[in-house]
């Protein structure tokens, strides 16, 4: 299926089947997920009221996904938008997300024509500084003035590092093993 500018149009019923309007048959859940791996942007509205239902049907097939096991979203990442939504902070949230997956798109995209002209393509990966400064500012900003969280992060009271912090160490590792095999070819 061709990327295109307009967004996929899908009705839903009053039976709640989805309807394609570009091919003219019903849809899955998951056949709307194939349709959004490949490029395409999706439109879901109510055939009878014309309320846009995108966002929520979005959401279930992230739900789904995550019952499933293919889980993306940490627990904690959940657990701070569960927080947003109880928070005065709710209006930053979307921004900082949006701009946190577009500078990773942005990455994605350098990284790969990086692979076709550098030497050492892992040296020149743009953005991971300025995604972790952006999401410390925003844990700062969000979690500054909630319960069990300083401005530094969430206080513990051992001072053992957290399995992230080792995840973190376990990746700069393989990340430092990935440049010098990258190095070598």
């Known amino acids: 299926m061709a990327v295109t500018d307009k967004p996929l149009l899908i009705k839903r019923y009053a039976s709640r089947r989805l309807y394609n309007t570009e091919t003219s048959d019903y849809v899955t859940l998951e056949d709307i997920a194939g349709f959004i791996r490949q490029g395409r942007e999706v439109q879901i509205v109510d055939l009878k009221s014309g309320d846009d239902l995108t966002r929520q049907y979005l959401l279930q097939i992230v739900a789904e996904h995550e019952s ?50 550098f030497p050492n393509p892992m040296a020149a990966v743009p953005g991971f500084d300025a995604i972790r400064k952006q999401q410390e500012a925003f844990l700062k900003t969000v979690m500054g003035g909630m319960p069990g969280w300083a401005a530094s992060g969430p206080t513990r009271e051992d001072d053992a590092p957290t399995p992230a912090s080792d995840d973190l160490a376990d990746i700069k590792k393989q990340l430092a093993e990935l440049r010098k095999k990258l190095s070598k070819l």
Not at 93 to 102: C, D, G, N, T, Y
């Open 68 to 117: 499933k096991g293919e889980s993306v979203l940490p627990v904690d990442v959940l657990t701070d938008l569960v927080r947003s939504y109880t928070s005065g902070v709710q209006s930053i949230v979307p921004q900082f997300l949006a701009s946190s997956f577009q500078m990773l798109r942005e990455s994605q995209t350098k990284m790969m024509e990086n692979l076709t002209t």
